[in-house]
């Protein structure tokens, strides 16, 4: 049965992912490539999708990319990505050198155990230094061909087009060299590169390792069984995705996790049980609704979020009436990347007092929330421990040693008990050796007489914050 295999596998596209550091030109590149501009359209000069494009050489060749994301909080999806492909494109600018994410886009080409060609781009610039660029890859243990090693490399410019057709046609070498073959009729191996919610439900995008995806296919992926109810391609509808090609496919009851496999047997997936969304927020915590654009872009959020901001909700899709009410119980804070609220979710959201902020950059939202956690936050001032107790005109007074900082007269209190907060208190007086002072410090003993009266004990804290 293998020999069978073997002999009816044919060569297919091979599949290439182009990895590198933020700004060293990993779109513009493929734009040169594909005679695309999509650089141009991208908001704050950052790749924040995935997607997949077909290239045809001049040999007649073709050669499928991935164009993965580049800026720092994409780094699951580019694993992603290298792990789905084939070939890696390791994309340094020849100016700048080895930065933090060729670092790790080279931890992800390893992990993949797939080949890799360095393109070192911008060439054209006056800045360029390729055999420091070299050195300094070679200490990362890259071993170049003509140089103790095997890993191709070549320069290129995007804005001159040199190197261009040298670097397709090597992509096309290292595909031969590596027998990179499928059958369509094998057993189906594909992988969900970008799924999305919108008018027309839900979809994603899907590129066929081996096997095939034909409209009417009953397949299964992490999120369960569907249907293939139709297929989109760069050229329009089409009845099929055969090996080494990407389309998106529509038919999915479940949102599909990106990097998700698809297969044709059920046996191929072990069940995940539900995770209950049930979440806390504590005092110094803001919670918050995430909404996002498409699935890729919600994990690259979700992933990054500062210390203290908690999730309530996350979904793909445009903000809906539902998100606004689950806002409203959790704290009234619904962030949105690239996903849009209508006017009547707007009037909705402004009339039960939930702010509905929205970003076109990820790293503004990271900002923002930030910003919100650290004003959320709780300084403390002081630590008192209680540690006596005396009435005073059918009140009580409580005899304090104060342990950090210091507290104030009229400053706001925190009567604490093994470390949970019974209530909110005052002092509205402070006397240290029957003397009436306005504040006591560290080290120092006094008395207090807080409002409101609540039942204190001995061994009980008093917390003074601002």
């Known amino acids: 049965m293998e020999k069978d295999k073997k002999t009816s596998s044919s060569v297919r596209p091979p599949i290439v992912t182009i990895l590198g550091h933020v700004d060293h030109g990993k779109t513009t590149l493929l734009d040169t490539i594909r005679k695309t501009r999509v650089a141009l359209k991208e908001k704050g000069g950052i790749t924040q999708k995935i997607g997949a494009s077909e290239v045809k050489t001049k040999e007649g060749k073709m050669i499928t990319f991935i ?165 989109l391609t760069e050229k329009g509808g089409a009845k099929e995705i055969l090996p080494g090609f990407a389309g998106q496919v529509l038919g999915f009851e479940i949102l599909p996790e990106v990097g998700s496999r698809i297969a044709s047997s059920e046996t191929a997936f072990a069940k995940k049980e539900e995770k209950q969304n049930r979440i806390k927020v504590g005092k110094e915590e803001v919670g918050v609704v995430i909404k996002a654009e498409n699935k890729g872009a919600l994990e690259a959020v979700l992933n990054n979020l500062p210390a203290g901001a908690i999730v309530v909700e996350a979904s793909v899709g445009d903000i809906y009436e539902s998100d606004v009410l689950m806002a409203k119980s959790s704290g009234g804070l ?88 019974i209530g909110k208190v005052r002092a509205i007086s402070l006397k240290k050796q029957k003397q009436e002072v306005s504040e006591v410090s560290q080290g120092e003993e006094f008395g207090v007489l807080i409002e409101p009266q609540l039942d204190f004990a001995k061994g009980d804290m008093l917390v003074s914050v601002a």
């Open 334 to 421: 619904i962030f949105a990347f690239e996903a849009k609220a209508s006017s009547g979710v707007s009037k909705l959201a402004e009339a039960e007092g939930v702010t509905i902020k929205s970003f076109d950059i990820i790293y503004e939202l990271f900002e923002a929330l930030e910003a919100l956690v650290q004003k959320g936050k709780t300084v403390i001032l002081g630590k008192a421990e209680i540690v006596a107790i005396f009435p005073f005109n059918n009140k009580k007074i409580a005899g304090c040693k104060i342990l950090s900082g210091k507290i104030s007269k009229n400053t706001k209190l925190l009567l604490m008990r093994d470390e949970k907060e």
């Open 67 to 231: 164009d993965t994301p580049g800026h720092a909080a994409f780094s699951k999806m580019r694993s992603r990505g290298a792990k789905v492909a084939d070939i890696a494109i390791l994309v340094v600018a020849a100016g700048d050198g080895v930065m933090p994410q060729t670092k790790e886009a080279l931890s992800f080409i390893r992990e993949a155990e797939i080949p890799f060609i360095v393109a070192l781009t911008k060439i054209d610039l006056p800045s360029t230094n390729i055999e420091s660029v070299l050195g300094q890859l070679e200490k990362e243990n890259v071993l170049f061909e003509g140089r103790g090693g095997d890993t191709p490399y070549l320069g290129v410019s995007a804005k001159t087009g040199k190197g261009i057709e040298e670097l397709l046609e090597l992509i096309s070498l290292v595909a031969d060299v590596n027998e990179i073959k499928a059958n369509k009729e094998d057993a189906l191996e594909a992988l969900v590169i970008e799924s999305v919610k919108d008018q027309r439900g839900i979809s994603a995008s899907v590129i066929v390792r081996n096997g095939s995806v034909k409209v009417g296919d009953s397949l299964f992926s992490d999120a369960g069984s569907f249907k293939v109810r139709g297929i």
